[in-house]
């Protein structure tokens, strides 16, 4: 089976640096993706990580080690509008299982 | 990035009733359509994987007779609801993928649809 742990809730102050951890257990790993979503909307797609390292988009960067069943997702320059749930999500041949999301809470 | 449309986007209707909820993908061709369910404050759940031409893969738990999909063709994929009750009120939604999940691919996610039952 699939599974993945994240933290259910994250505070952080605008301007600053937040990591939101997941780690999970799988079988045919294919990649880690991380997802946004606001209240009342749809998951948006933020970043895809098939090896291991760093990928940086913008104020955004995920990071993937898959000997250690481990990703982060970094978020820099809190702004306001970053408050929201965000998932992680791992990808096999057939499918995507999503984690249970991690609440983000920015204060000003 | 590909877009994908959900119809309708908010549904409400009577305990009892039907509802078809419609996905498309509007500028690719889906070899696979996957649909969610969403309750508040929670995950989404993977209801069943869709691929054109063929039966839907429903996951544990989930009943094939009462959430019926279609994937008619490469750009459409429907979900119906039977017999709708109270406890089916939730927000689905619908992703798809081109290609045949290579290690590079991602899925498009659709605006959801949310459906409340009386």
């Known amino acids: 089976g699939q599974s993945l742990e994240q933290p259910s809730e994250v505070t952080a102050v605008e301007g600053a640096i937040v990591q939101i951890n997941c780690t999970y257990q799988t079988s045919g790993f294919y990649g880690l993706s991380w997802y946004q979503q606001h209240d009342g909307g749809a998951p948006t797609f933020l970043s895809y990580n098939a090896l291991d390292g760093l990928e940086e988009t913008g104020r955004f960067s995920s990071f993937l080690s898959r000997s250690d069943s481990y990703g982060y997702l970094l978020l820099q320059e809190l702004q306001m509008k970053d408050s929201a749930s965000y998932f992680c999500a791992v990808s096999s041949a057939s499918k995507i299982i999503f984690g249970s999301g991690t609440r983000l809470s920015i204060r000003p | 990035g590909a877009v994908v449309s959900q119809h309708p986007s908010r549904v409400i209707c009577k305990s009892g009733t039907s509802v078809k909820i419609e996905c498309r993908s509007l500028d690719f061709q889906a070899t696979t359509m996957f649909w969610y369910r969403q309750f508040p404050k929670k995950s989404l759940m993977l209801m069943a994987t869709?691929?054109?031409?063929?039966?839907?893969?429903?996951e544990q738990g989930v009943e094939k007779d009462k959430f019926l999909i279609n994937h008619a063709s490469l750009t459409l994929s429907t979900l119906t609801v039977t017999s709708a009750h109270p406890e089916d009120s939730s927000f689905y939604i619908c992703?798809?993928?081109f290609g045949h999940g290579g290690r590079e691919e991602t899925q498009y996610f659709g605006p959801g649809t949310r459906l409340l039952v009386l």
């Open positions: 992703s798809a993928r």
């Open positions: 869709s691929n054109e031409g063929s039966k839907a893969t429903y």
